[in-house]
């Protein structure tokens, strides 16, 4: 066997003995990667594959929102009220789009695991934080579409008081609440998603993390719910927000090193 | 300045030893070919040559940067054909070059070349989970030379391609490409065409390492029994 130091590829100047690189061939280009994307062109160049990705898979949203809508049917037959109202109407909305949206935190990650995306993107000049961004940007969207969804069936389904008067601020708290979601759910989705046990560790984490998010989003929708509904409390809404906030940072702080070996 | 610089390279997974004290240095433009069985350490040293994963011993600096602390300035300037063809397989042959494009800064039109090359151009609109694995074996050479890399790390580039295939891939990513290239291969006289110096990996440990007209075919076929 010969050892490493006599291989005269490490005992010589290693350019003494390369041959020089062939004059450009056919399918080489002179100049061909340009100045490395940066981050505003790497999310969308990612956010644009997811969207156009999962319309083909149809993996998350309408699970999503097939979820939503069953788990609706079910507390009308559960509960054997033909409505709700108040604290138990925002608990039933919350809950069921929180476990809504685990199903989308756990496919989050799976094509870009099982198909080389994350080596993909690992290999080239790009900032790791902008897959942070665009995923949970992605989230965000199914989390729109899930809403725009399962809003209108829980109302047809479920909920006493008229919906219309209660619209424009039930969908400012949603949108506290979507933020909170997409930056837990994409940090807990790349966190579990090399794992062995991914569907199970992925709800497991998630859900208490988002507890807050939960809470927060359930006392803020509660007096839009209620018979004479009144505006949302601020301290609530500043609650979601802080969460929003802290939760972003913690993700975009943290991203980096679940990219890593 | 050599292309490859490697120290006393080892990666365990647990208590597996996968890699272990492997030392040489390849000068630009020149090929280092990787023979051994399988299990025998190829893949994580190719993974390890591309930042995909820490060594846990010794020193590696691949285009001058040393690794991993200097990852970030080779990432870009690395070419990776592994067994994953790192394409998504419900986006078609331009949507997943396209897509890699941009996160490399290519322009379009490289892509559209690219797919010439690899005579793609009549299935180019296709999902990829519709063609056939030595078509998407061209696709995935395409990926990895798509920004014309310095360093081309491929592991059985010509596994899954019919000999026509490997004629129209050739320019990319065979001798006259041009590039300097690490290549794992099972196949002693084809590799040894293609080398300028062999490494033998045998449970992870260099068995063999010599310029490659200085190694016997029957060498490397000993690396498999």
């Keep these: ?261 | 300045m050599a292309a490859l610089e490697l120290e006393g390279l080892a990666r365990h997974y647990g208590e597996r030893e996968a890699l272990s004290d492997v030392s040489l240095s390849l000068g630009a433009g020149q090929t280092l070919v990787v023979f051994g069985g399988n299990g025998a350490g190829k893949t994580t040293l190719l993974r390890i040559l591309a930042t995909l994963l820490r060594p846990h011993a010794g020193s590696a600096r691949v285009l001058g940067s040393r690794l991993p602390d200097e990852a970030w300035a080779v990432r870009g300037r690395i070419g990776l054909l592994g067994h994953e063809p790192l394409l998504y397989r419900e986006l078609t042959a331009r949507e997943n070059l396209r897509f890699h494009a941009r996160l490399h800064g290519v322009a379009e039109e490289r892509v559209e070349q690219l797919l010439e090359i690899v005579a793609m151009t009549g299935r180019v609109n296709e999902p990829l989970r519709t063609l056939s694995r030595g078509m998407v074996q061209r696709v995935a050479v395409a990926r990895a030379v798509l920004h014309d890399p310095e360093l081309l790390l491929l592991d059985e580039p010509r596994a899954n391609l019919d000999p026509a295939a490997i004629e129209l891939v050739d320019p990319l990513i065979g001798a006259t490409s041009g590039h300097t290239r690490v290549i794992s291969s099972h196949d002693p006289s084809g590799g040894l065409a293609e080398a300028d110096l062999v490494l033998g990996l045998r449970a992870g440990r260099p068995a063999l390492l010599r310029a490659a007209g200085d190694v016997d075919p029957a060498e490397i076929t000993e690396l498999y029994r």
């Excluded at chain 1, 939503?68 to 108040?86: I, K, P, Q, W, Y």
């Excluded at chain 1, 479920?158 to 919906?163: K, N, T, V």
């Excluded at chain 1, 837990?184 to 507890?211: S, W």
């Design chain 1, 1 to 261: 066997m010969s050892t490493p130091t006599e291989s005269p590829h490490s005992a010589a100047p290693a350019d003494a003995q390369a041959p020089p690189r062939g004059e450009p061939v056919s399918g080489r280009a002179d100049a061909v990667a340009g100045k490395p994307p940066g981050m505003a062109a790497t999310v969308a160049a990612l956010l644009r594959k997811e969207l156009l990705v999962e319309p083909r898979t149809l993996e998350s949203v309408p699970g999503m929102s097939l979820f939503a809508l069953t788990t609706f049917v079910v507390f009308h037959f559960a509960l054997n009220r033909n409505s709700v109202d108040g604290d138990l109407a925002a608990g039933i909305l919350w809950v069921t789009l929180l476990f809504a949206a685990i199903l989308g935190v756990n496919r989050l990650f799976v094509a870009d695991a099982d198909q080389g995306g994350f080596d993909g993107f690992l290999l080239a000049p790009v900032d790791r934080g902008a897959m942070l961004v665009a995923k949970a940007l992605a989230l965000l969207a199914y989390l729109v579409v899930l809403e725009l969804v399962a809003v209108p069936a829980f109302a047809l389904l479920l909920l006493g008081p008229s919906l219309p008067n209660a619209l424009p601020s039930l969908f400012g708290v949603l949108a506290l609440g979507d933020v909170g979601v997409a930056a837990i759910g994409t940090l807990v989705a790349a966190l579990a998603v090399r794992t062995r046990a991914r569907d199970l560790l992925g709800p497991l984490l998630a859900l208490p993390l988002l507890v807050p998010i939960v809470i927060g989003g359930a006392r803020a929708t509660s007096p839009l719910f209620a018979t004479h509904a009144t505006a949302p409390a601020a301290r609530w809404l500043l609650t979601l927000g802080l969460y929003d906030l802290v939760f972003g940072l913690i993700a975009y702080a943290l991203f980096d090193f679940l990219l890593e070996d």
